[in-house]
Nanobody
């Protein structure tokens, strides 16, 4: 059974940085897309950043220039480096993997809290 295990969330002051990691446990093959989404209280889940197998990335406008997504295909791990954090970045962050076989996996979520 495949599980995505996230780490790296926490409490940080505005202007600070955090690095999230998400690793797959269990056997997983042909991960096409990896990404991070977030959900703040009372709001819908939104896509923050995505990266495809070849390395192309996309970002939500609200995080462009501040967040960087990267992946390690050997380790089946995706990272999200978050710099210049703002209070409005406070949310539960979820990683997502999508395979070539149409299978989708989600992490359990990790809390990021940015204090002003």
């Amino acid at each position: 059974q495949v599980q995505l295990v996230e780490s790296g969330g926490g409490l940080v002051q505005a202007g600070g940085s955090l690095r999230l990691s998400c690793a797959a446990s269990g056997r997983i093959f042909s991960i096409r897309n990896m990404g991070w989404s977030r959900q703040a209280p009372g709001k819908q889940r939104e896509l923050v950043a995505g990266i495809i197998r070849g390395g192309s990335t996309n970002y939500a406008d609200s995080v462009k220039g501040r967040f960087t997504i990267s992946r390690d295909n050997v380790k089946n791990t995706v990272y999200l480096q978050m710099n210049s954090l703002k209070p409005e970045d406070t949310a539960v962050y979820y990683c997502r993997f999508y395979s070539d076989y149409g299978l989708e996996y989600w992490g359990q979520g990790t809390q990021v809290t940015v204090s002003s």
